[in-house]
């Protein structure tokens, strides 16, 4: 099986050095390029198309969902795992729900799912890698 491809996209180098070191520990995964705008990520993914992106919610220049939007448009079966400093679970499910309401194809009743369809949830960052996978 080959190695999960990761970029990371965040505005502070504290956060993507960390989550770097976290990403090389784990087996099967390789940081294959890292992202300080949205607008940036978009390039790196439409070029290098990840596995999987690694995506801060609040950026300068282009915020995290809407480079998550034009990612999963433009480069599709590209997985986004949203994160968020902010405490206020209220506040993330607000930013996560513009993607699902450009979407309306999703069940109604159900939980939040982007436009494909995939489940989207808030999650510890203790428990970011095993999802990963």
């Known amino acids: 099986m080959s190695a999960l491809r990761v970029l990371i996209v965040d505005d502070h180098k504290i956060i993507r050095d960390g989550l770097r070191t976290l990403i090389h520990k784990e087996a099967g ?5 890292e992202a300080v705008t949205g607008r940036e990520a978009v390039r790196l993914a439409q070029k290098l198309r990840p596995s999987i992106v690694i995506m801060d919610v609040s950026m300068p220049d282009m915020n995290g969902i809407d480079a998550t939007r034009k990612i999963t448009e433009e480069a599709p079966g590209v997985q986004v795992i949203a994160l968020s400093m902010q405490s206020n679970r209220r506040y993330v499910l607000g930013r996560l729900s513009a993607i699902d309401s450009a979407h309306p194809a999703c069940p109604p009743g159900k939980e939040k799912h982007d436009e494909r369809g995939d489940l989207l ?6 428990s970011l890698l095993p999802q990963m996978r």
């Open 29 to 33: 995964m390789e940081v294959i390029a």
């Open 121 to 126: 949830q808030i999650t510890s960052s203790a």
